[in-house]
């Protein structure tokens, strides 16, 4: 091919940035200055397309791209060592009178390593079996001096009439869980918080796929206890939900659909009256991820913004057969549902875009 230099700007000036991204037409590179050398490679990661240019640099020389930390060398673009089949393009570069040129004809071309799948990225698939019906505790909980938990004990309640009624249950405590905060890959790019989450992708350790692994391939329904904690939902809830925006934004850029004929159903209690704000919060969460309902979708249970005197609160729940009932009711709404979706067999698997949160968004890449 021929060359094609074009002028990328005084040397003294780009002398400036140890490293920036620069875009010439369609194509983006990475420039960078350290120890008197210029290093020009491709701004376009190989993992999700990521900015490199835009990243920083690394002690050995390697570019570390900012939204999922893979690493090219800034002079040569070989991936870190380990991952030397990984490689960027890498233009010569050369000063006339005091400007940067850049050639656009690549010296060298991308490579990708073929990288072994997460375990995630299977296909979903429903195995044959009775109705799965999940109980999600997000109490926070001190695991060394547990205390008695008015959300889990009516959780428990729902989980074994669900289990009298057939379904096949499982219990997963939030509080058990070691996982990160979500660290707002959604901010940096819609494309850069991927499925699975960026943060399970990078860390072996991050136990939110235990989360995921229920919620988009084990369960049929769903039915989720919370507290109400200074009129929201507790803030182990919230950590855990935003590290589901990765369910919802697949959605959103890949017109993706994870949650299929499935059925979500919440427990609220509190001592404090909030009740149909948090209840709505979760409703609108949930379904923008795709759940489906049963009628009547909560319980809850609060004294009220008056009764201070939350020991009672919890001696009137351990002690009250109407709630108990409330939550054995509410398991068997979840799972009638469930069984209805699940025999139906017909899951939204495209959204129609007008009006959605997840309007086509226009997504330009290049791999030069």
């Not at 991952?83 to 050369?94: F, T």
């Not at 009220?304 to 009137?316: F, I, K, L, R, T």
């Amino acid at each position: 091919m021929a060359d094609e230099w074009v002028d990328a700007g005084p040397v003294e000036q780009l002398r400036q940035h140890e490293l920036q991204q620069l875009t010439f037409g369609r194509t983006k590179v990475a420039l960078s200055w350290r120890d008197g050398e210029f290093g020009c490679v491709s701004g376009v990661c190989n993992h999700a397309a990521g900015p490199l240019g835009e990243g920083t640099i690394d002690a050995d020389g390697y570019i570390t791209c900012p939204w999922h930390h893979w690493k090219f060398h800034r002079l040569t673009g070989i991936g870190e060592p380990g991952y030397e089949a990984d490689q960027v393009p890498r233009y010569a570069l050369k000063e006339e009178n005091g400007r940067l040129l850049v050639n656009l004809t690549a010296l060298t071309s991308r490579k990708k390593a073929p990288h072994e799948r997460h375990p995630l990225e299977r296909p979903i698939v429903r195995e044959p079996g009775p109705i799965r019906v999940l109980g999600l505790s997000t109490t926070a909980m001190d695991l060394e001096y547990p205390r008695f938990s008015t959300s889990d004990s009516l959780l428990q309640d729902a989980l074994e009439a669900a289990a009298e009624l057939g379904a096949e249950t499982r219990m997963l405590r939030a509080a058990e869980l070691r996982f990160r905060h979500c660290e707002g890959y959604y901010s940096k790019s819609a494309q850069a918080c991927t499925w699975p989450c960026s943060i399970t992708q990078m860390d072996e350790e991050d136990q939110m796929v235990q989360v995921y692994e229920n919620l988009v391939f084990w369960c049929d329904a769903v039915i989720l206890a919370s507290p109400i904690r200074w009129g929201s939902a507790s803030s182990l809830y919230f950590k855990m939900i935003e590290r589901m925006n990765c369910i919802q934004n697949q959605v959103t850029i890949r017109d993706n659909v994870l949650i299929r004929n499935k059925v979500a159903a919440f427990i609220i209690t509190g001592g404090q009256d909030n009740v149909q704000a948090v209840a709505g919060q979760m409703l609108m969460f949930f379904s923008e991820l795709g759940f489906d309902f049963p009628q009547f979708p909560f319980i809850a249970h609060s004294r009220g913004w008056s009764a201070e005197d939350m020991e009672h609160n919890v001696s009137y729940v351990k002690h009250s057969e109407e709630l108990r009932e409330g939550a054995r009711a509410l398991a068997a709404r979840a799972i009638q549902k469930a069984s209805e979706l699940v025999t139906a067999g017909t899951p939204v698997a495209k959204t129609e875009r007008g009006g959605r949160k997840a309007h086509h968004m226009k997504q330009e890449r290049d791999a030069r």
